[in-house]
């Protein structure tokens, strides 16, 4: 199994992704759940993820949480709770943590963990960047030690939180810059792979269908983003975005490759935020990243459901 440290900002489809995660020990050893700004504010992504271990149950016994960045490096900070809710987590009955999150940062958990195991870790952060821009910023010697960064974030097209920004990038622009030109290597799951991946009501209702807990909390949680994406963008289930940047840490052949260069447009005005890929490759600059270009959403779905009906 890979292992992997888990960054996010829960947030109901990081919920949906930490779950599948860990409830696929072949696949991904969980070293630890980070937390940061995003969705929702720290406290409350923060709790949120241990709502998410009590969820899991066995498989989350022994994971840890730690809380991270409560704000961007430079750019005021950004919500979402208004496609997540106000906790970030819009399902009713949800067990509590189980224990207190931890008191070592994120970014010197990220350190720490990398550090000891080189060349093995892999980070699959699934919110802004901005813990994993400060664990490179104060430890550079660990770029060459990350196996791999498998981001959710950005888009080849358009964006989602302004016309040319999609959130995580937006929420901390600064921060995503530094990972793009880490040296790290690193895949980019943006929208225009993700918005591919829908949670149509067949979906939600066979996660129901599978008769436990966790498939329950997977259906109530997205039947309230279906709401959502229903009254913005008039589309039928909410997308699977952050799941699909497990998927691609652990299955990267359910998604389409294109190596690119890619840089985060950093000065203010209506492209903060914007990842700018160049498709074509009509600049000098050299790939930094892989960047998601295609999806087998059918075969992706089924193995998030056959992995979601594995927990209590
Ligand atoms: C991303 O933004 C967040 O709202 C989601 O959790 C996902 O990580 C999609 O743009
Ligand atoms: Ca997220």
Request: glycine letters at 10%; one cysteine or more.
């Amino acid at each position: 199994p890979l292992p992997l440290l888990l960054d996010g900002d829960p947030g109901l489809d990081d919920a949906v992704a930490w779950l599948l995660a860990l409830a696929s020990p072949e696949d991904a050893e969980v070293l630890a759940l980070t937390t940061v700004h995003g969705n929702v504010g720290l406290d409350r992504t923060t709790r949120n993820a241990g709502v998410i271990l009590a969820l899991a149950g066995e498989a989350g016994a022994g994971v840890r949480v730690y809380p991270g960045a409560d704000r961007p490096l430079l750019v005021p900070a950004v919500t979402a709770a208004a496609v997540h809710g106000d906790s970030g987590l819009p399902a009713a009955g949800l067990p509590g943590p189980t224990r207190p999150p931890e008191a070592e940062h994120a970014a010197l958990l990220i350190i720490r963990t990398v550090r000891a195991r080189p060349g093995e870790v892999t980070l699959v952060p699934t919110g802004p960047l901005t813990n994993v821009a400060l664990a490179l910023r104060l430890a550079p010697d660990i770029a060459p030690l990350i196996r791999e960064i498998v981001w959710m974030g950005g888009s080849t097209t358009q964006g989602n939180r302004t016309p040319a920004a999609e959130f995580n990038a937006l929420a901390d622009p600064h921060a995503a810059q530094i990972v793009f030109e880490a040296g790290v290597p690193l895949k980019m799951v943006g929208l225009n792979a993700t918005m591919g991946c829908i949670a149509t009501p067949d979906r939600v209702a066979a996660l129901r269908a599978l008769g436990n807990r966790a498939g329950a909390v997977c259906a109530e949680l997205l039947t309230f983003y279906a709401g959502v994406y229903q009254r913005r963008y008039g589309m039928n289930g909410g997308a699977l975005h952050d799941p699909l940047a497990v998927a691609a840490a652990l299955r990267p052949e359910l998604l389409d490759w294109q190596a690119m260069n890619v840089q985060i447009e950093t000065q203010e005005g209506r492209n903060l935020g914007r990842t700018v890929c160049d498709l074509y490759g009509v600049t000098e600059g050299p790939a930094n990243a892989q960047v998601a270009v295609g999806v087998r959403d059918g075969a992706f779905f089924d193995w998030l459901l056959e992995r979601i009906g594995r927990l209590e």
